[in-house]
Nanobody
Framework: QVQLVESGGGLVQAGGSLRLSCAAS????????VGWFRQAPGKEREFITA????????HYADSVKGRFTISRDIARNTVYLQMNSLKPEDTAVYYC????????????????????WGQGTQVTVSS
């Protein structure tokens, strides 16, 4: 079992930055890939970025490429999402998720490929 807790959300002005954290408990977390998704009101959950279990492979949605960076600290059992140049359209609840069966690049963008989810953290970007 893996438990995930997101933190770091809040209110920021457009152009600002936030760093989200996804802290995990569970001995096997280091063997899981981790993804970040977001969901805005009235919209479907959207893939943002993911990192492989080893940290050597990352994936980004076009909408955040060049602005967001995912990283993981295996010793701290934590995955980070650094968000720069934030835009009002980035406003959403952000979720991290962990999956142990992501074998292909196409798996990382699929929410159903992840086994464990956090409760989410709200990010609001004002214009």
């Amino acid at each position: 079992q893996v438990q995930l807790v997101e933190s770091g959300g809040g209110l920021v002005q457009a152009g600002g930055s936030l760093r989200l954290s996804c802290a995990a408990s569970g001995r096997t977390f280091s063997s899981y890939a981790v993804g970040w998704f977001r969901q805005a009101p009235g919209k479907e959950r959207e893939f943002i970025t993911a990192i492989s279990w080893s940290g050597t492979s990352t994936h980004y949605a076009d909408s955040v490429k060049g602005r967001f960076t995912i990283s993981r600290d295996i010793a701290r059992n934590t995955v980070y999402l650094q968000m720069n140049s934030l835009k009002p359209e980035d406003t959403a609840v952000y979720y991290c998720a962990a999956g142990g069966r992501l074998y292909y690049d196409s798996d990382y963008i699929r929410a159903v490929a992840y086994d464990y989810w956090g409760q989410g953290t709200q990010v609001t970007v004002s214009s």
